[in-house]
């Protein structure tokens, strides 16, 4: 029988990658769906500062939350992944989807947009060309 | 992926002092083990006590551990409550649970 | 492998010399002799010590430091360094930029806050514009001109047999509160915690790889080692040069005699030049690190050779925190803030150290190049001595500040 896989110490707080190596965030949580008579179901992984920083003091993620949502609230929410598409976890946690199917790029592509708009933020060829 | 109403997260149950029916302290719950079961995950244990703390950070690895014969233990999913995720409690005797060492 | 290995040298004796360890050697110099030498040594054996330790478990798990702290502690315990050094790394950052602008105002006469905006503007060009083999190996190459304080010493020809006896601690024959908050200013000047996030996400950026172990080794002895005897020549020179004349090093501009006296005119060209330099290049390491640190932390996709827009929150917070420092250091003196944030160092390294030494115990990092039992025994030593700046750091710094 193949040994229990441990949450805590295998998944939580782990980077995760995707099928393309991409960083897609630390597992800021894991999501559990009891069940009567039944052992609890694993759902998701979490990616999202708003449930990191909640972990660290509970009132932070309510105001990190607002944060994103007064800075985007197009883009604002968490990134959740099914536990099912966890491929490998140990140091990393890897998964077997193309992160781009999610919204785990949001941030970085709605900041990136700002970011070109300032001269050499998109750069031409390779970096310090 | 919509949330559902009774889901729960792990992070909160983390750390949560797990009591018996009558309100005695066990100790608290420091690591989720998972199985696969088909398709899906699920929560078959829970270890609870400081020497699953010690297991978690690998500071076993550096020779440390709980001193004392009340190391902590593992409970099957069965022997813990989670009607209520903030007081998870016993459906047990303390003695029934297995020992960690 | 000869170029790769010199470059890592050159680089690590730039991340070693920077305004607190000018700052904080000029001072001990001027006012105890050679007898804080000592205070650099150990600083030196402990910063040698965890690089290599952060440059293995870089080249072995392909992970830094900031990240097995979190994943192996947890955000709970990892929010606590982050806070804290991000704090005083922004401090310091500002304590660098400081120091370029005062740099420029000994080479001008102009107030040195003139400058502030435009060094700290040269900062974030050179981040924004450059890829990490630019920012590392140009400015550890410019900053070569450091080494001109060891030639200097050479030149004054100190009793050498002082300096060697000042390697062995020593009491203070006066003004104790005084003293010991150098020495840990000292210890906390070479022992900064950003140097090891930092050492470790090179060593990543730089994709270094388990048959990069020895180079690991000979970077984090010799280039530390140089870079700690450029440090020893500013004290011996500040103990010749400035403590015999009754001066006192309040300003930047009584320790550019540590230079003029053994090369004359030259000397304040090179002081000039060291000072400038060297603080430019922390700056830069400086401000990578909390890009890094906030990155690493929360899992971003981060690396000083991507464009900003392909790792935009990246960039941003290493933009903002240049931004910060600069509004910091022109309210702040220069001088003051360096001395304040190399004893903050010290009070802050136990939190990063402590978990190092968990992490280089865990054969999931390291698989078989874990720590040894004597290794082990030094780092916990370290921990100790590091805890003993934690605690007295703040007192010291009232009294003997």
Request: net charge neutral.
């Amino acid at each position: 029988m193949v040994d229990p896989l441990p949450l805590v110490r295998d998944v939580l707080d782990k980077q995760i990658y995707d099928v393309n190596d991409a960083k897609v965030g630390k597992v800021d949580g894991i999501v559990l769906l009891p069940r009567k008579g039944r052992p609890p179901r694993v759902l998701a992984i979490e990616s999202d500062i708003p449930c990191a920083l909640g972990r660290v003091w509970r009132p932070l993620r309510r105001c990190a939350e607002r944060l994103q949502e007064w800075i985007a609230p197009e883009i604002a929410g968490p990134t959740t992944i099914g536990f099912e598409h966890v491929v490998k976890s140990g140091i990393d946690v890897q998964v077997g989807i193309d992160a781009k199917r999610t919204n785990a790029f949001v941030w970085d592509a709605w900041l990136g947009h700002i970011v070109a708009l300032i001269p050499g933020g998109k750069g031409r060829g390779e970096k310090g060309e | 992926m919509a949330k559902r109403a009774n889901e729960i997260r792990l992070e909160d149950l983390l750390g949560r002092r797990v009591r018996t029916a009558d309100g005695r302290n066990v100790g608290r719950i420091e690591e989720f083990r998972a199985r696969r079961e088909g398709d899906y995950w699920v929560v078959t244990e829970f270890d609870i006590g400081p020497n699953a703390l010690l297991g978690r950070l690998a500071a076993r690895h550096l020779g440390i551990t709980w001193p004392g014969r009340n190391r902590g233990y593992r409970a099957s999913w069965e022997q813990i409550n989670l009607d209520d995720p903030r007081r998870p409690t016993l459906n047990c005797p303390v003695d029934q649970l297995k020992q960690l060492r | 492998m000869i170029l790769q290995l010199a470059l890592g040298i050159v680089t690590a004796i730039g991340g070693f010399i920077d305004v607190g360890a000018i700052a904080t050697t000029a001072l001990a110099g001027a006012l105890f002799g050679y007898q804080l030498v000592w205070a650099v040594l150990v600083g030196t054996l402990c910063v040698i010590l965890l690089t290599e330790m952060c440059g293995r478990l870089a080249a072995v798990s392909h992970h830094t430091l900031a990240d097995a702290v979190r994943e192996r502690l947890g955000i709970r315990y990892f929010a606590v360094p982050l806070f804290l050094e991000v704090v005083v790394d922004t401090m310091v950052l500002a304590a660098e930029i400081g120091g370029v602008a005062i740099a420029l105002h000994l080479a001008t006469g102009i107030d040195y806050r003139v400058f502030v905006i435009p060094a700290a503007l040269a900062l974030w060009s050179v981040l924004w514009f450059g890829n990490f083999s630019v920012v590392e190996n140009g400015v550890a190459f410019l900053g070569l001109v450091a080494v001109s304080f060891v030639f200097g010493m050479w030149e004054m020809r100190p009793e050498w047999g002082d300096v060697a006896r000042a390697a062995i601690p020593s009491l203070p024959s006066r003004d104790a509160a005084q003293y010991w908050f150098l020495a840990i200013s000292i210890v906390g000047s070479v022992l900064q915690p950003f140097l090891l996030n930092f050492y470790a996400s090179g060593a990543v950026e730089e994709k270094w790889k388990i048959k990069d172990l020895w180079m690991n080794r000979t970077v984090a002895v010799f280039g530390m080692s140089f870079g700690s005897l450029i440090a020893v020549g500013i004290l011996v020179l500040a103990a010749v040069v400035i403590g015999p004349r009754g001066m006192h090093v309040d300003s930047f501009e009584q320790a550019v005699f540590t230079l003029v006296a053994p090369f004359g005119e030259w000397g304040l060209s090179l002081f000039v030049a060291s000072l400038a330099v060297a603080c430019f290049g922390a700056g830069a390491d400086l401000s990578l690190n909390l890009a890094y640190l906030v990155s690493q932390g929360f899992g971003w996709n981060w690396s000083e050779n991507l464009k900003p827009h392909e790792d935009a929150r990246f960039a941003l917070v290493y933009s903002f925190a240049i931004l910060l420092a600069a509004a910091v250091v022109m309210f702040a003196d220069p001088l003051k803030l360096t001395m304040v944030t190399m004893a903050l160092n010290g009070a802050v390294a136990p939190f990063i150290v402590f978990p190092l030494l968990i992490v280089m115990n865990d054969k999931a990092y390291l698989r078989d190049q874990t720590n040894g039992l004597l290794t082990n025994v030094l780092t916990s030593v370290v921990i100790l001595i590091a805890f003993v700046i934690a605690i007295v750091a703040i007192p010291l710094e009232v009294l003997g500040g």
